[in-house]
């Protein structure tokens, strides 16, 4: 499965602590065997991605954000990456590892994806995407077909997004407009779907930033399936203890310093993580306000339909995208 990891604190992390140290990482869980969940292949190595927004605003550099892309089979053997990520700081980090769903293996099919101070990315894939791409592109105005680089269902996904934006271009975004964005650009695949009379659910855990909010979603465009899994963590400190790379989640007081959304775990601590419930988006505000939200349409269960409950996650398991229950703390991770 791809998986990514998002970190949002009120203070800049180190990228090592999110993408190379923790025994339980993205990076290690695509890397190592006896950590991955999803057996189809003995790894993930379709590229990786990690963008980030400098802490401190450069009038001459821009809000823009950094990103940096590779091809390498994973982070571990990225000498590259690992030397960036012990000197670099940010609030705000999107990181991505792929296993190819749709889309050839190049530097432009690496998430995150990026438009202005827009960062996106994806997990999951759209149903069937070859029998609604040529549609997809005719409804696109100019500017968000020219940005697309590459050929996954993904980046045509981002296109769609910034099309949804009153002004891509503008100079700030704010959440609600994100938010309606993110709405629409799930209805109109739906819609685009029916228009094609597909029947394979689309698995869309997005994720979107400008820098300030962030969106994410875990969705799935059926009232029988679950979703690909999604979590989420906050507290006032994310930091290692003992030995190994385990880290935990702290959470000293009321405050929500930080703000962690990943695909899979990334402690082994069962108390540091919720999963967000299938076909519900959940809104990061740019003053650390976490809010939960349904995304309602025609394939939203309420969690007091008996249906909620009956949602198989075969499709999802069969696809990569799911993950297991936090486990308890282990001493010993391999053992896993």
Not at 77 to 105: C, D, Q, Y
Not at 232 to 256: C, I, L, P, Q
Not at 307 to 333: C, D, I, M, W, Y
């Amino acid at each position: 499965m791809c998986r990514f990891v998002i970190y949002k604190g009120t203070s800049p992390v180190q990228l090592s602590h999110l993408l190379t140290r923790p025994c339980h990482s993205i990076i290690n869980q695509a890397f190592d065997s006896r950590l991955r969940l999803d057996r189809r292949r003995p790894m993930n190595g379709d590229g990786f991605g990690v963008g980030w927004y400098d802490s401190v605003y450069d009038e001459e550099l821009g809000s823009q954000p950094c990103i940096f892309t590779s091809v390498t089979p994973t982070f571990r053997n990225n000498a590259n990456l690992t030397r960036l990520a012990e000197k670099i700081k940010s609030p705000l980090v999107f990181g991505h590892v792929r296993a190819t769903t749709a889309g050839s293996l190049s530097l432009d099919n690496c998430h995150p994806f990026s438009y202005g101070k827009l960062m996106f990315m994806h997990n999951g894939s759209i149903g069937e995407f070859h029998l609604i791409k040529r549609r997809l592109q005719q409804d696109l105005p100019d500017v968000a077909f020219n940005l697309v680089q590459g050929n996954t269902d993904s980046e045509w996904a981002f296109a769609l997004f910034v099309s949804m934006l009153p002004n891509p271009d503008a100079k700030s975004f704010t959440t609600e407009t994100l938010k309606e964005a993110m709405f629409k650009t799930i209805a109109k695949l739906n819609e685009f779907a029916d228009e094609a009379n597909i029947t394979e659910p689309s698995l869309l855990n997005f994720c979107v930033t400008d820098g300030e909010t962030v969106i994410a979603t875990r969705y799935v465009s059926s009232r029988t399936d679950e979703a690909a899994s999604l979590w989420f963590s906050s507290g006032t400190s994310f930091s290692e203890f003992g030995e190994g790379g385990h880290y935990k989640m702290v959470k000293a007081d009321k405050r929500e310093s930080i703000i962690m959304i990943a695909s899979e775990p990334l402690t082994f601590e069962r108390a540091d993580w919720m999963e967000l419930k299938t076909n519900n988006m959940i809104v990061i505000t740019p003053k650390m306000n976490l809010l939960q939200i349904p995304i309602i349409d025609k394939y939203y269960v309420p969690p007091s339909d008996p249906a909620s409950l009956a949602r198989t996650a075969e499709f999802a398991r069969e696809k990569g995208l799911l993950a297991h229950s936090v486990v308890s703390h282990v001493a010993n991770p391999t053992e896993i």
